[in-house]
């Protein structure tokens, strides 16, 4: 893999104009691109036996956390591809994850299944070409492990299914790009997905907050 300072270089080029409208959409696929790069890289370096399969969604009801640069791309994926009533359905969704969330508390919220509100009937993404890092970083080597972890979300006992190499090396990347975030004088806190993504669908107020530097998402 490319050491931290050229990754870290090639980061703060993709989002130095990340601001512009017109800009975010490629920064964030470019900053994509590049993670599946390395994460495949590591796979096949170190052989990595990947238990990840199309339709297996037992991390699809963890807590994924959203830096803002993302969440808007995903929004307006969303409402490219989406046709109006399915992003109605969506948003509800959306909202009722929400309303369970802000009621358990964000602590309580890591610890429990909420299912995303971008799974399918057939377990697999709707949204998969656009999902979040975090999305992307995650891959398991053992399924039994997955089944136990979403039998007992609660359980901080049970090993992650990650191989080191793959985490370590793909949170190299997501650290570079935030640290360009900031550089760009932009904010890069993540959020709970079900709240950011809410907000940025339902107005364009968060977004322009962010564009202008100050934090995307209060509520």
Not at 93 to 118: D, F, S, W, Y
Not at 186 to 213: F, I, K, P, Q, Y
Request: net charge positive; proline share 4%; glycine share 4%.
């Amino acid at each position: 893999m490319a050491d931290a300072a050229d990754w870290g270089a090639r980061s703060r080029a993709v989002f130095a104009g990340a601001a512009d409208p017109k800009k975010l959409s490629t920064a964030v696929v470019t900053f994509h691109k590049q993670l599946d790069e390395v994460i495949t890289a590591t796979i096949q370096g170190h052989a990595v036996p990947i238990a990840c399969s199309r339709g297996c969604h037992y991390c699809c009801s963890l807590q994924v956390e959203v830096q803002p640069a993302e969440t808007f791309t995903l929004a307006a994926w969303l409402k490219r591809t989406f046709a109006p009533d399915r992003l109605a359905a969506v948003l509800e969704k959306l909202r009722e994850n929400a309303r369970r969330t802000r009621e358990m508390g964000l602590e309580a919220r890591k610890r429990a299944n909420i299912p995303c509100v971008l799974l399918g009937n057939d377990g697999a993404c709707t949204a998969y070409a656009a999902r979040p890092a975090q999305c992307r970083k995650f891959n398991s080597m053992n399924l039994e492990t997955c089944k136990a972890s979403y039998a007992n979300p609660a359980d901080d006992s049970i090993e992650s299914p990650e191989h080191r190499a793959i985490s370590h090396n793909a949170s190299v990347i997501i650290a570079q790009a935030r640290n360009a975030i900031r550089d760009a004088g932009l904010d890069d806190t993540s959020a709970d997905m079900n709240l950011a993504l809410l907000e940025a669908l339902e107005g364009s107020v968060a977004e322009r907050r962010w564009r202008s530097g100050k934090k995307a998402f209060v509520k």
